[in-house]
Every structure is written in structure tokens, then in C-alpha cells.
């Protein structure tokens, strides 16, 4: 599918615009969206990778920058001076915050045209893969997709705020979550606590752990690259996306 690309700015509330990468197919009817939060390193050439590959599935995709208050257009790459960089930004971001900006990326996208405004799901990758959580607990996200989401069962969310897995019993939509079996950033105890979290919910959701995978398994620029998950966890997304925003 043939698709088109841009820079955009998001309206915040009290602050200055967030910046955010956009990719739509070039043409037809009004199609459903999907939020793609990056990781640490900024919407950098992996993030606007999966935003386009969304995109060429029929959505209209959005990766919003939601270090724009910290440092606003910053793109790392995988190496310790970028790990460095992107950890210092991590640190300072806050739970409401986070939730203020996916509700302002949400409110931009179904201020547009070309979206359907009630078919919109989420993916992200670790820290975006919390928010990713996150925010399908704390708005009305049909679809979220969250790849080695780190700190969702840690005792307090991001700025000391109550702890993510705890709003668990808000979620609405249906929830995917992916783990690798190999990642120390994330013990098994969290995935345990998460998974638990959500069976008590009584949500709609999946947890995978792949049991040969690291932190980072999915993207193809870190070491960590594990190309068998990776293409498992595209697809699961995929037919996830499928199911709750275009047929469901």
C-alpha cells in the first residue's frame, strides 16, 4: 500500500506543541489509527520504521514525542552514549504527564478527516510499551499492543505516581503483551504480576514470552534483534489490529 508522510505538531494543553511522525495510506475512506510510542531513543529511524509499516496495513499511524518537554526532537541511537541520553529523559517523565499527552495525540488524530476517531489502538516499545499500558488503562484505547514494557509491575509509575499494573481494572480494550524470556530489565516475577493483574481484571487479553528473546528483541537496528519473535509478535499485532479495528 502506497503511503504518505509527514511531521506534525500536536496541541498540548499549557505548553508548546508535541512533535509527532505521521504515515497514512495516500488515499481512501476514513480508516482506523493507531498510536506508536517510541522507546528512549526518541522517534528515531526504528520508530518511524514501524509507523510506516502500519501504516502500509491500512492505518493511519502517529508516533507522538513525548519527551517534548525535556528534549523535544531528540532521535539516540543504540549505543551507551544514546542508552545514556535516553535514561536521563526516562527519569524525568510523569505518569500524568504521559497520560495528558496520549489524550492530546488522541484528540489529534480524531480531529482528522481521514480517521476513524472510534477505532484507535496503541503499540509501543519499553518505556513506550508501558505507556502503551498505561494509556489503554486511563482513556478508551480499542487495541494496545505493548512490546518489553518495563516498570508496569513496579511498585510506583513514572514521577512516583500510583503504580501502573494497579489501574489494570480500567482497561477497556483488549490487551497484547509481549515479553522476552531473556530479559533481565523485566523478571519473570513482573510478567507474573502483570499477567495476574489482568486475569483478575477479568480483561480481554495475551501474554507472550518468548523464551530465546532479550530486551529489544523486536527491533532489528539493537544486538538484541531476535528475528523469529520479532515476525511472531508483527503478526500477533497484526491480527490483534485486525480483529478489534477494522473488523470488530
Not at 27 to 49: Q, T
Not at 74 to 99: C, F, R
Amino acid at each position: 500500500m502506497e503511503i504518505v508522510t509527514e511531521r506534525v505538531q500536536i496541541p498540548v494543553a499549557g505548553g508548546a506543541p508535541m512533535g509527532g511522525y505521521l504515515a497514512r495510506p495516500e488515499d481512501g475512506p476514513p480508516r482506523p489509527a493507531v498510536l506508536v510510542f517510541m522507546e528512549i531513543f526518541g522517534v528515531n529511524a526504528h520508530i518511524r520504521d514501524v509507523t510506516e509499516r502500519v501504516a502500509r496495513e491500512g492505518y493511519v499511524a502517529l508516533a507522538p514525542d513525548y519527551f517534548h518537554r525535556t528534549g523535544p526532537g531528540v532521535e539516540y541511537g543504540y549505543d551507551p552514549e544514546g542508552m545514556a541520553a535516553g535514561i536521563k529523559l526516562l527519569s524525568a517523565l510523569k505518569s500524568d504527564e504521559m497520560i495528558a499527552d496520549a489524550r492530546a495525540a488522541i484528540a489529534f488524530l480524531r480531529a482528522r478527516p481521514d480517521v476513524r476517531g472510534d477505532r484507535i489502538g496503541a503499540m509501543g516499545f519499553c518505556i513506550g510499551g508501558h505507556m502503551t499500558y498505561l494509556v489503554a488503562c486511563e482513556t478508551d484505547l480499542r487495541a494496545a499492543a505493548s512490546f518489553y514494557g518495563g516498570g508496569i509491575a513496579a511498585p510506583k509509575g513514572p514521577g512516583g505516581a500510583e503504580s501502573t499494573v494497579s489501574r489494570t481494572p480500567k482497561l477497556r480494550g483488549k490487551l497484547l503483551a509481549l515479553f522476552g524470556g531473556k530479559d533481565a530489565m523485566i523478571p519473570s516475577q513482573q510478567v507474573d504480576a502483570v499477567r495476574d493483574a489482568l486475569v483478575k481484571a477479568g480483561t480481554r487479553y495475551e501474554v507472550v514470552v518468548y523464551a530465546d528473546a532479550d530486551h529489544g528483541f523486536f527491533c532489528d537496528q539493537r544486538a538484541t534483534f531476535h528475528k523469529p519473535s520479532a515476525e511472531d509478535g508483527w503478526r500477533r499485532v497484526k491480527a490483534l489490529f485486525a480483529e478489534e479495528l477494522i473488523r470488530g
